[in-house]
């Protein structure tokens, strides 16, 4: 536990940094392009439209979903996909990425994965906002189950960074995580109710079992909190009550295996 706190302690202690640090991560990530940041929100509005293509119209999946036309029911869905599958890919690998750039800094180790997260928080930010826009424009106009998003937002940055306090320790130590996680999240997204639902298909236990996947709470979450009008977090208290388990986990865990790894990082890197 006393690890867990030190990492607390460590975030709050750099938090300007890590605004800073994110900041200039955005630049640097955009340096090459005319439009600049803009892509952020752009190259995931792009690949909305191919998936609502794709899933929607060729697949013959447009028919509206519990009364929502197909493609506001999708956009509630996957509004938080984008940041936490970029937030782990970027944060599992930035340690042994960035630990040569910040090693003789008077920084701790373990805010390197947050900065990065931050950098792609910011976008989220922004594409839920436009996501909202477009919502209003279609008639579903804001509810007082917009305030759900105060507790789904921060829970989709909670859980990208206990993940990947616990990857970015791990990758450095064997590389080829990476390529795992990288698979398992693609698995995790076609079997997460983002862009269709089938769980009223599957048998209770089955259906039960995928449920334990964060993504399913989130996906359902933000549909929810935008579309639905449902309070998602107490009619589904134990799935609540679960993925903050689930998170506490990860950064007990995560803690654990920083602290233990930390004083080796230059040798394995």
Not at 22 to 27: D, G, I, T, Y
Not at 247 to 268: E, P
Request: charged share 15%.
């Amino acid at each position: 536990m006393k690890d867990l706190i030190k990492i607390v302690k460590e975030q709050i202690s750099s938090f300007y940094l890590i605004q800073r640090l994110a900041k200039f991560q955005m630049r640097i990530d955009n340096n090459n392009n005319y439009l600049g940041v803009v892509w952020e929100v752009l190259n995931p509005a792009i690949q909305m439209v191919m998936y609502w293509f794709v899933f929607g119209y060729a697949m013959n999946r447009n028919e509206p979903i519990d009364g929502m036309p197909y493609v506001l029911w999708m956009l509630a869905g996957i509004s938080f996909w984008f940041f936490i599958n970029k937030a782990i890919l970027d944060g599992s690998k930035s340690i042994y990425q960035k630990y040569n750039t910040v090693a003789k800094m008077n920084f701790p180790l373990s805010a390197i994965p947050s900065y990065i997260i931050t950098s792609k928080f910011y976008s989220h930010l922004a594409l839920v906002g436009i996501i909202m826009i477009v919502f209003w424009f279609s008639g579903y106009l804001p509810t007082i189950y917009y305030i759900q998003l105060l507790f789904f937002i921060p829970l989709s940055y909670l859980l990208a960074f206990s993940i990947t306090l616990l990857t970015s320790t791990l990758t450095v130590v064997v590389r080829d995580l990476q390529m795992l996680i990288q698979s398992l999240l693609q698995a995790m997204f076609f079997i997460s109710p983002i862009l269709w639902d089938r769980s009223d298909k599957f048998p209770d236990w089955l259906a039960n079992i995928l449920q334990l996947n964060p993504f399913y709470f989130l996906a359902n979450g933000y549909r929810a909190s935008l579309l639905n009008g449902e309070w998602y977090i107490i009619t589904h208290w134990e799935l609540t009550l679960y993925n903050l388990a689930l998170i506490f986990v990860f950064l007990f865990l995560g803690a654990k295996a920083h602290f233990k790894f930390r004083t080796r990082f230059s040798d394995f890197i």
